[in-house]
């Protein structure tokens, strides 16, 4: 007598078993990438929900009493061609008048590395007045500068300069620090230094959503700082009244 037997209820020892646990486990393999992928990228949808209406072009940006720039490398003492790119667009927008007060921030960790002064030579050498640049010597990263510019120079609204590929970032960063801020995007030639800079951009907006919910404090804190509104005070004597 020849014995036909089915496929197992349990789907174990027969081959539609195996190929339905087999599909399942495809299934489970394919969620848990979508979801690492979703995870990865949550970071980045944040950063571009928090800032995508509030970045323009220098010739859109709107009026605001100070434009933080943001440090970008020096070469030889001098601002490297990113960063140069970016004083370039403040020292602009301060002659159209869509802003007052420069605050360069940056890298003053050694002695013989120092941005902001690089910056504010810079600016001078551009015609930006010496007295309306004010340095922040403790920028040593986004979220350092976003917090020390609204706690140690007291500044409440903003223009923050940087390229494109950064300035989403800085914009998200500086508005979970208390900053109304809006930023200009410098425009750059897709070049090796671009593609890096946007490639790192990706990493960076984890570290972003972080410092932006625990909210650690700048490597310097600092007691405040009266140069910003030293500055905008000068400004608003210097400028003509009504006449």
């Known amino acids: 007598m020849t014995t036909q037997s089915g496929p197992d209820p349990a789907g174990a020892p027969g081959d539609g078993g195996r190929t339905r ?9 394919v969620q848990a990438v979508m979801l690492g992928c979703a995870l990865a990228l949550a970071p980045a949808t944040w950063v571009h929900a928090r800032a995508d209406a509030r970045v323009h072009t ?17 070469r030889d003492g001098d601002p490297s061609p990113y960063l140069a790119h970016r004083l370039d667009t403040a020292a602009g927008l301060y002659r159209t008048g869509r802003v007052e007060v420069l605050l360069v ?37 986004t979220w350092d500068s976003c917090v020390r510019a609204k ?11 940087t390229q494109g590929f950064h300035v989403r ?4 960063l500086c508005r979970s620090a208390g900053v109304d801020a809006h930023g200009v995007g410098v425009p750059e030639p897709r070049d090796a230094t671009w593609y890096h800079g946007s490639v790192r951009e990706l990493l ?7 410092d932006a919910a625990l909210r650690p404090d700048p490597v310097f804190p600092g007691p405040r700082e009266p140069g910003v509104r030293e500055a905008l005070r000068a400004a608003g004597a210097a400028r003509p009244g009504p006449g």
Do not use: H
């Open 58 to 74: 220098a010739d859109e940006a709107p009026a605001r009493p100070v434009a933080v720039v943001f440090g970008a490398g020096l």
């Open 21 to 29: 646990g087999g599909t399942r486990g495809r299934r489970r393999a």
């Open 169 to 172: 970032r800085a914009v998200a």
């Open 105 to 141: 921030t940056g890298d003053n960790s050694r002695s013989d590395y120092d941005e902001p002064g690089a910056m504010r030579s810079y600016l001078t050498r551009q015609g930006v007045p010496d007295e309306r640049i004010v340095s922040d010597y403790a920028g040593f990263d």
């Open 151 to 161: 706690e140690v120079f007291g500044v409440d609204r903003a223009v923050l300069v």
């Open 204 to 210: 960076a907006a984890g570290k972003a959503s972080l």
